[in-house]
């Protein structure tokens, strides 16, 4: 009865340092070789202090658990600090990546965040309550 206890706790456990951690895409990779299938595993982890600081990070490996540690990894060691002014944005923020281009508004007291679902994880685990944003030129896109 001890060992169900202990494993529930590790499962359970919160990071000391208060930093929270979620995975947003977890994606399975396949690559035809001389020799068969070569299957990895790819990560896309979000991690932040719910306050300024919030960083991404990718990681590969042969298994789940491996590529999820990987990303964390990178995501604590390239985080950034957002400008948050009364939980929302400073001033608009403009963004271009490929063929997708947003845009984030700084929101009134009350809106909440009215973002897609990626972003709405990286604007929450930044510290960041209210935000607006706009799509332009998107095609097919996972933002």
Not at 16 to 21: L, M, R, T
Request: charged share 25%.
């Amino acid at each position: 009865m001890d060992n169900r206890n202990n494993q529930n706790q590790r499962q359970r456990r919160e990071p000391q340092d208060g930093i929270e951690e979620k995975v947003l895409l977890i994606r399975r990779l396949s690559k035809k070789t001389k020799g068969g299938n070569y299957i990895s595993f790819s990560a896309l982890v979000v991690v932040g202090d719910n306050i300024s600081k919030v960083g991404v990070g990718l990681g590969r490996g042969l298994e789940v658990p491996q590529a999820i540690k990987k990303a964390i990894l990178h995501a604590r060691k390239h985080m950034i600090d957002i400008p948050v002014h009364e939980e929302s944005l400073p001033h608009d923020v403009k963004v271009k990546y490929k063929s997708s281009s947003i845009v984030l508004k700084p929101a009134p007291k009350g809106a909440g965040l009215k973002v897609g679902s990626v972003v709405r994880s990286i604007l929450s685990l930044g510290g960041v309550k209210k935000c607006f944003w706009q799509n332009f030129r998107i095609k097919k896109s996972n933002i």
